[in-house]
């Protein structure tokens, strides 16, 4: 008995999904038979909106396959002065010889047309023109009008006709505090950049006095040294080479005695020999190393 009522239960089970089955194949879109070769439906949603509001602009194009090549759809539609908010979209459904084309992009009012200047603006715009090649062919054409658009005003007559503009919060600046007095501040920074001033030209012209002070031992330590070496080899050369030594040196000795010593061997006769230039020089590297 148990047996028998199990082999029902799974009868009954296997009809009722057949019967599903044949209830979904039922229900399924029967195929639209095209009324034209080409038609076109825009809409706006919504056809009432403020300034900034989000409105979908959307085209429906119907085409029948079987008279049109559905690939050489063209559109052409201004939806000015609304502003794109982003990419359109393309969506294609086929219905047996009914191919659906829907074209979407959102769009708002934001610009000056929009601004409503007695409560609503009515706007109106071209038509949608649609184009399409025939399998013969020729050319299918066809346009129709957009919706009109009615744009409200986000502010009432009353709202501008008002003296002081309603706020949620105090606007008003809060009274001014400073921790020093602006005018002690101006006169103490105008007090620093005096003592800056003064301060820079000193620091300029104490540079100024130690690069002078600095240049010429410097310079003279180098002309001496340049002298004397000039000197040590001129103890090889002839006599005109020594003279024209020991008068260079001469010049740049710093000693007096030691100078006039140079000059007078520079000048004298006979010619100076190479053992006495020798010890000249000797003798001035002597005093003047450090």
């Given at each position: 008995m148990g047996a028998l009522r199990a082999l029902v239960a799974a009868a009954l089970a296997a009809a009722a999904v057949a019967a599903v089955l044949v209830i979904g194949r039922s229900g399924?879109?029967?195929?639209?038979?095209?009324?034209a070769p080409l038609a076109v439906q825009p809409t706006l949603d919504p056809t009432a909106a403020q300034v900034g509001d989000r409105i979908i602009a959307r085209v429906v194009v119907e085409l029948d396959r079987t008279?049109?090549?559905?690939?050489?759809?063209?559109l052409t539609d201004d939806l000015a002065p609304l502003t794109q908010l982003a990419a359109a979209t393309t969506s294609r459904d086929v219905r047996g010889k009914l191919e659906l084309v829907t074209v979407s992009v959102p769009v708002a009012c934001v610009t000056d047309p929009c601004v409503a200047h007695s409560g609503v603006t009515h706007l109106s715009f071209p038509r949608v023109r649609a184009r399409v090649t025939a399998r013969d062919g020729?050319?299918?054409?066809?346009s129709?009008?957009?919706?009109?658009?009615?744009?409200?005003?986000?502010?009432?007559?009353a709202d501008l006709a008002a003296a002081q503009p309603p706020?949620?919060?105090?606007?008003?600046?809060?009274?001014?505090?400073?921790?020093?007095?602006?005018s002690l501040l101006a006169a103490l920074l105008d007090a620093l950049a005096a003592l800056l001033a003064v301060g820079s030209v000193a620091l300029i012209a104490w540079q100024a006095l130690a690069v002078h002070r600095r240049?010429?031992?410097?310079?003279?330590?180098?002309?001496?040294?340049?002298?004397?070496?000039?000197a040590r080899e001129a103890e090889a050369r002839p006599p005109a080479d020594r003279r024209r030594a020991l008068g260079l040196l001469s010049r740049v000795l710093p000693s007096k005695s030691l100078s006039l010593a140079a000059r007078e061997l520079a000048w004298?006769?006979?010619?100076?020999?190479?053992?006495?230039?020798?010890?000249?020089?000797?003798?001035?590297?002597?005093?003047?190393?450090p």
């Amino acid at each position: 008995m148990g047996a028998l009522r199990a082999l029902v239960a799974a009868a009954l089970a296997a009809a009722a999904v057949a019967a599903v089955l044949v209830i979904g194949r039922s229900g399924s879109v029967p195929p639209i038979e095209p009324t034209a070769p080409l038609a076109v439906q825009p809409t706006l949603d919504p056809t009432a909106a403020q300034v900034g509001d989000r409105i979908i602009a959307r085209v429906v194009v119907e085409l029948d396959r079987t008279t049109v090549r559905t690939g050489t759809l063209r559109l052409t539609d201004d939806l000015a002065p609304l502003t794109q908010l982003a990419a359109a979209t393309t969506s294609r459904d086929v219905r047996g010889k009914l191919e659906l084309v829907t074209v979407s992009v959102p769009v708002a009012c934001v610009t000056d047309p929009c601004v409503a200047h007695s409560g609503v603006t009515h706007l109106s715009f071209p038509r949608v023109r649609a184009r399409v090649t025939a399998r013969d062919g020729h050319v299918e054409t066809i346009s129709r009008p957009w919706p009109g658009l009615d744009v409200r005003a986000r502010v009432a007559a009353a709202d501008l006709a008002a003296a002081q503009p309603p706020f949620v919060a105090d606007t008003s600046p809060h009274a001014v505090s400073y921790r020093v007095s602006p005018s002690l501040l101006a006169a103490l920074l105008d007090a620093l950049a005096a003592l800056l001033a003064v301060g820079s030209v000193a620091l300029i012209a104490w540079q100024a006095l130690a690069v002078h002070r600095r240049r010429r031992p410097v310079r003279e330590a180098g002309e001496l040294e340049r002298a004397l070496r000039l000197a040590r080899e001129a103890e090889a050369r002839p006599p005109a080479d020594r003279r024209r030594a020991l008068g260079l040196l001469s010049r740049v000795l710093p000693s007096k005695s030691l100078s006039l010593a140079a000059r007078e061997l520079a000048w004298s006769e006979p010619a100076p020999e190479r053992t006495t230039l020798e010890e000249l020089v000797a003798e001035i590297e002597r005093s003047t190393s450090p």
